[in-house]
C-alpha cells in the first residue's frame, strides 16, 4: 500500500529579501556598481540582485580586515575573543528559521535538510570555536600560537551558511580577521550573517563579505594583502590558486573535490546499508563533494542491494524543497544540470545500463531525478569523475582486497564508507583506504570536533578539529 502526502509547506514570510545587495565592508553595507540575479533553483524566480566586487571593493575589505587585525582582533584576548563567537554562535539559533528559509530559496535544498542540518551544524561551528578561543595553548599546537592576519576565504554554493561556518569560526577563535566571498549562486545567507555580525556588535572589518564570481575570488587570491587562503571548490579552480599562491608567502588550505567508495560487505545488515547508500549519495540532490557516489558491492549481495535500493528509491519525493515532505530538491543551476546531463549521456555511451526513479519533475527549474548505473567499469566517467548530482555508480567485487583496490582506484581521497558487521574488518579496510573521513556502517556525519578534509586531489590540510586550527596558525598548518 502507498500513503500519499498532503503538502506541507514552510512560509516564506519569515525571510525579508532586499531587491538588491551591496557587499559588506568595515561593519557596514556599501552599494555594489555592478549586480547579477540571484535565481530560485526550483522556480527561476529572481530573488534579488547581488553585487560583483571588483578591485576597488577587494581592495576595501582587505584594507578594512588589515586595519581591524591591527588594531582591535589581533590585541584583544582570547576570552573576550570567544564572547563574540558565543553570541554569534546563539543569534544564528534564534534566526535560524530564516536562515533555513532563506537557504532553501536560495539553494534548492530541501528544508528539512536545511533546517536539521545546514543551520544547526553552522551554529555547532560557531560554538565549537567559541570554546577553543581562550584555549589554544591547550590545543597541543604549541604555547605561543600566532594568527596569519587576514585571512581570504572562497566558498561554494552547496552548502552555503555551513562552509561560511567552517571558515569564519575558526579564523576568528584564532584571531584572524576575514574576507569572504560566497558563491555567486548562493550569497542570500551570506549576506544575512554579515547582519548576524552587526547584530553581535562585532569589531567592524573583522568579518568583509563581498560577493561576486571567480574574477572576485581571483582578485582575492592574489591580493598582496592576504596572508592565508582558505578555499572549498573544485579541483580545477583548487590547482588554479595552489599555482597562484605558490611564489608567496600565502598560507593555503583547500578542500576539492571527490569520488568515495561505499563499500558494502556481505555481511553488512543490508536494509541500514541501503539508508546509507541514499544518504550517501542523494544526500542535498549529491551536492556534497564527500558524497558517496561510486558503490562498491561485493558481487553475493549484488543484486540483493540493487533490488532493495530501487525500491527505496521510489520512496524518494522529489520536488518543492520548501515542502516539509520533500527529500530530493532543485538542481543548484542550470549550468550544473546540464554537467550532470552531460556525465549521465557519458555513462549510456559507455555501456552501463541507467535507471532512474519513476517521479514527476516539476516544469519549472533546474531538477534530475535520482538514478543509478548500474555494469559501471573502472574505466567510464562516471565512475572516475565527480558528478556532483544524485548518480550512483554500481561497481562489484569478489574479495575484500578488491574492494580496497577499486575504491582506491581514483585521483580523489576525501571519504568513504565501509559496511559490514565485522570490526576487524572495518579497522583492516579503514587502514588501506586513502581517504581523509571514513565512516563505517553509517556515512555523510559531520562533526565540528571531527578534522574533514583530503588526500591527493581532495585538498590540502584540515578542517574542523584541534586539525582545523592548525591551519590557522603560524608555523603549525599546511604552509
Ligand atoms: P563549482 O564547480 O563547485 O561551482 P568552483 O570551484 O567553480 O566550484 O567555485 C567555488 C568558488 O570558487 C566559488 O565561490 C567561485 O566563485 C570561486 N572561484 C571560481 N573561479 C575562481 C578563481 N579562478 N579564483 C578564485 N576563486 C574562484
Not at 500513503?3 to 557596514?28: L, M, N, Q, T, W
Not at 560487505?265 to 549519495?281: K, S, T, Y
Request: aromatic share 8%.
Amino acid at each position: 500500500m502507498k500513503f500519499d502526502y498532503a503538502p506541507a509547506p514552510e512560509s516564506r514570510s519569515i525571510v525579508s529579501i532586499k531587491p538588491k545587495y551591496g557587499h559588506f565592508i568595515d561593519g557596514k553595507f556599501v552599494a555594489g556598481r555592478k549586480h547579477f540575479p540571484a535565481i530560485n533553483p526550483a522556480t527561476e524566480e529572481i530573488l534579488s540582485q547581488i553585487a560583483l566586487a571588483g578591485v576597488a571593493e577587494v581592495d576595501a575589505a582587505v584594507k578594512a580586515a588589515r586595519k581591524a587585525y591591527t588594531i582591535t582582533w589581533s590585541k584583544m584576548s582570547g576570552r573576550e575573543r570567544g564572547k563574540y563567537l558565543f553570541r554569534i554562535a546563539r543569534i544564528m539559533q534564534e534566526r535560524s528559521r530564516e536562515f533555513a528559509v532563506l537557504e532553501t530559496l536560495d539553494n534548492g535544498k530541501p528544508i528539512r535538510e536545511s533546517r536539521d542540518v545546514d543551520i544547526p551544524l553552522a551554529a555547532a561551528h560557531f560554538f565549537y570555536h567559541a570554546g577553543w578561543a581562550d584555549k589554544l595553548e591547550y590545543a597541543g599546537l604549541g604555547t605561543s600560537t600566532k594568527p596569519h592576519g587576514v585571512a581570504g576565504q572562497i566558498i561554494p554554493w552547496n552548502f552555503p551558511l555551513l562552509m561560511l561556518a567552517w571558515k569564519v569560526a575558526p579564523a576568528l577563535a584564532t584571531g584572524n580577521t576575514v574576507v569572504l566571498k560566497p558563491a555567486e549562486n548562493t550569497s542570500l545567507t551570506a549576506l544575512l550573517f554579515a547582519e548576524v555580525c552587526q547584530q553581535a556588535e562585532l569589531p567592524a572589518g573583522v568579518v568583509n563579505i563581498v560577493t561576486g564570481n571567480g574574477s572576485t575570488g581571483a582578485l582575492i587570491v592574489n591580493h598582496p594583502g592576504i596572508d592565508k587562503i582558505a578555499f572549498t571548490g573544485s579541483t580545477e579552480v583548487g590547482k588554479i590558486i595552489a599555482r597562484a599562491v605558490a611564489p608567496t608567502q600565502k598560507s593555503v588550505t583547500l578542500e576539492l573535490g571527490g569520488k568515495a567508495a561505499n563499500i558494502i560487505f556481505e555481511d553488512a545488515a543490508i536494509d541500514e546499508a541501503i539508508e546509507g547508500i541514499v544518504n550517501g549519495v542523494f544526500f542535498n540532490q549529491g551536492h556534497v563533494c564527500c558524497a558517496g557516489s561510486r558503490l562498491i558491492l561485493q558481487e553475493s549481495v549484488a543484486d540483493e542491494v540493487i533490488e532493495k535500493l530501487k525500491r527505496r528509491m521510489g520512496l524518494i519525493r522529489v520536488g518543492d524543497p520548501m515542502d516539509k515532505n520533500t527529500d530530493l530538491g532543485a538542481i543548484n543551476s542550470k549550468e550544473q544540470l546540464l554537467k550532470i546531463r552531460e556525465l549521465s549521456a557519458t555513462g549510456d555511451t559507455e555501456g552501463a545500463q541507467r535507471w532512474s526513479a519513476p517521479c514527476d519533475l516539476p516544469k519549472k527549474g533546474f531538477w534530475f531525478a535520482p538514478t543509478i548505473f548500474t555494469g559501471v567499469t573502472q574505466a567510464h566517467r562516471i565512475a572516475r569523475e565527480e558528478i556532483f548530482g544524485p548518480v550512483l555508480s554500481v561497481l562489484t567485487f569478489r574479495t575484500p582486497q578488491e574492494a580496497i583496490d577499486k575504491a582506491n582506484n581514483t585521483p580523489f581521497g576525501l571519504s568513504a564508507g565501509i559496511w559490514s558487521e565485522k570490526g576487524s574488518r572495518i579497522l583492516w579496510a579503514s587502514q588501506q583506504l586513502r581517504a581523509g573521513v571514513i565512516w563505517s556502517n553509517t556515512f555523510n556525519k559531520f562533526d565540528p570536533t571531527s578534522p574533514f578534509g583530503g588526500y591527493k586531489e581532495s585538498g590540502w590540510g584540515r578542517e574542523g578539529g584541534r586539525h582545523g586550527l592548525s591551519a590557522y596558525l603560524k608555523g603549525v598548518g599546511h604552509e
